[in-house]
């Protein structure tokens, strides 16, 4: 505690706090991810807290699925901060898609901070049961 009066006190420290600050928010953050597979395709589920839809873009190109996403932490109006642990993450995570799986029918949704992406398997992939005839 005395340590953060002291950066606050003495202003060439407080330029140095500055640009640490500034080097933190480019930081990217790997988001944690979990991977269901089952025979209909596989949905991902990637914990995106504190970020919002329009902060988030999720795009497929030459079979490789990219997440990128930046987090608002709302600050209330008329405060000044003096001292903030919470940054604003940039969060990024790609994956390299099977050719067995569509991409073109992949759906998102984003609640509560979660990113739910259901990519289907392309329908010659699907596992099928055959009919055996009687000779």
Do not use: C, Y
């Not at 953060?4 to 988001?31: C, G, H, K, S």
């Not at 597979?37 to 190109?61: F, I, M, N, Q, Y």
């Not at 790609?94 to 569509?102: I, V």
């Amino acid at each position: 505690m005395a340590e953060m009066n002291q950066v606050v006190a003495q202003p060439e420290n407080a330029v140095a706090q500055r640009d640490d600050d500034r080097m933190a928010r480019t930081i990217t953050v790997l988001p944690p991810v979990d991977i269901i597979e089952d025979a209909s395709g596989v949905t991902l589920w990637a914990d995106l807290p504190g970020v919002t839809r329009d902060k988030l873009d999720v795009s497929v190109h030459d079979g490789n699925l990219r997440i990128e996403a930046e987090a608002v932490v709302p600050m209330p109006s008329g405060l000044r901060v003096q001292h903030a642990e919470i940054r604003q993450p940039h969060f990024a995570r790609a994956f390299s898609l099977s050719p067995d799986l569509d991409s073109t029918k992949i759906e998102a949704n984003l609640q509560d901070g979660v990113l739910r992406l259901t990519i289907p398997r392309r329908e010659e992939a699907r596992p099928r049961r055959i009919a055996i005839g009687v000779a």
